[in-house]
């Protein structure tokens, strides 16, 4: 650009530079938007504060309305009274008049004579012979009821000293001893009494060996042996040692 001067001389003037320009711009578009803004709020009036309204709370007290009264039941009518009805009286039967029979007379007839029977012969009846009962066996001699004796006492010992128990206080104090015990029997082999008549001077021994005899059972006598009740003794040995 040429420009002219009191002088009369040109001149040629400097470039603008581009970062002078971009500064001018912007403080251009700046002053518009304050501008702008200031105009906006000259017409927008401003905001009115919001007073808020208390809101007041009316409170009226109501008196409960009082319940309704029960209604009084009303008995019930009393029931009519029956009358009972009368019995109708019965009316008495007429008595029939009996009519009398015609009495009949009958005749008895004739009795009718028995005949005597035939007489008959005599019928034989022999006599009736009882035989005669045997005689009674012959009574064992003395000798063959001994041995009887003999052999049924020893299966009496053999037996109620099979039967005896050691007790538990025997083995515990490692004793030993010999009680005789003696007892009846009946022929049927039925006990009638039993005692201790030679103490071992152990009481478990003593009680032991006669609990064996009173719990043992009997066979009857043999045909040798007397029909009557008989006294036996039993010699029972009891050790620790003995299973």
Not at 140 to 153: E, G, K, R
Not at 156 to 167: F, K, M, N, W, Y
Request: charged share 15%; proline share 20%; aromatic share 4%.
């Amino acid at each position: 650009m040429v420009t002219e001067t009191h002088a009369g001389t040109c001149e040629r003037q400097p470039k603008t530079s581009p970062f002078i320009r971009s500064i001018i711009a912007a403080a251009i578009i700046e002053a518009i938007i304050i501008g702008g803004l200031l105009y906006a709020g000259s017409i927008i009036p401003p905001p009115q504060d919001v007073i808020q309204k208390k809101k007041v709370i009316a409170i009226h007290m109501v008196q409960p309305i009082p319940p309704k009264p029960k209604p009084i039941p009303v008995p019930p009518p009393p029931k009519p009274v029956v009358q009972p009805k009368p019995k109708p009286v019965p009316v008495p039967k007429p008595i029939p008049i009996p009519i009398p029979k015609p009495v009949v007379h009958h005749t008895l007839p004739k009795p009718l004579l028995a005949k005597a029977p035939m007489p008959m012969a005599p019928v034989y009846t022999p006599p009736v012979v009882t035989p005669p009962a045997p005689p009674p066996p012959p009574a064992p001699s003395p000798a063959l009821q001994q041995n009887a004796i003999d052999s049924y006492a020893a299966m009496l010992r053999t037996r109620v000293q099979a039967d005896t128990r050691v007790p538990e206080a025997v083995r515990l104090l490692h004793t030993s001893g010999t009680a005789v015990i003696a007892f009846r029997l009946t022929p049927s082999g039925q006990l009638l009494s039993a005692h201790v008549a030679r103490s071992s001077g152990v009481g478990p021994i003593d009680r032991a060996a006669l609990k064996a005899v009173e719990d043992g059972t009997y066979p009857p006598f043999t045909k040798k042996m007397p029909e009557h009740d008989m006294n036996f003794d039993v010699r029972v040995h009891l050790s620790a040692h003995r299973g």
